[in-house]
């Protein structure tokens, strides 16, 4: 027989307003468990969701950043990270919108 995976119950406190807009979700413990998953797809990879860097990554990232730049897609306009190396050859990627 195979183990059955544990569950583990986490609770938090909502404000009058997010627990008015999730009144007409029929299972909102599913609901949460997807948007959780959603959110934690998009967390950024430097600093896990925290907003801020270490001083110990911000190390790692001056010196990512001494070879690379940030800079705003043309096409989307979404800020993504270009190598300066590669950045004024014809090898920069470019993406379909």
Request: charged share 15%; hydrophobic share 50%.
């Given at each position: 027989?195979?183990?059955s995976k544990k569950h583990?119950?986490?609770?938090?406190?909502?404000d009058e307003s997010l627990s008015h807009a999730?009144?007409?979700?029929?299972?909102?413990?599913?609901?949460?468990r997807r948007a959780i998953l959603a959110?934690?797809?998009?967390?950024?990879?430097?600093?896990?969701?925290?907003?801020?860097l270490s001083p110990e990554q911000r190390d790692h990232w001056d010196?990512?950043?001494a070879t690379h730049n940030v800079e705003q897609c043309e096409n989307?306009?979404?800020?993504?990270?270009?190598?300066?190396?590669?950045a004024g050859s014809d090898t920069?990627?470019?993406h379909a919108h």
């Open positions: 027989m195979a183990p583990e119950i986490i609770t938090f406190k909502v999730m009144q007409g979700i029929g299972n909102r413990s599913e609901f949460i959110a934690l797809e998009n967390v950024c990879p430097l600093c896990l969701g925290a907003g801020t010196r990512f950043a989307c306009h979404a800020m993504h990270i270009v190598c300066a190396a590669v920069t990627e470019h």
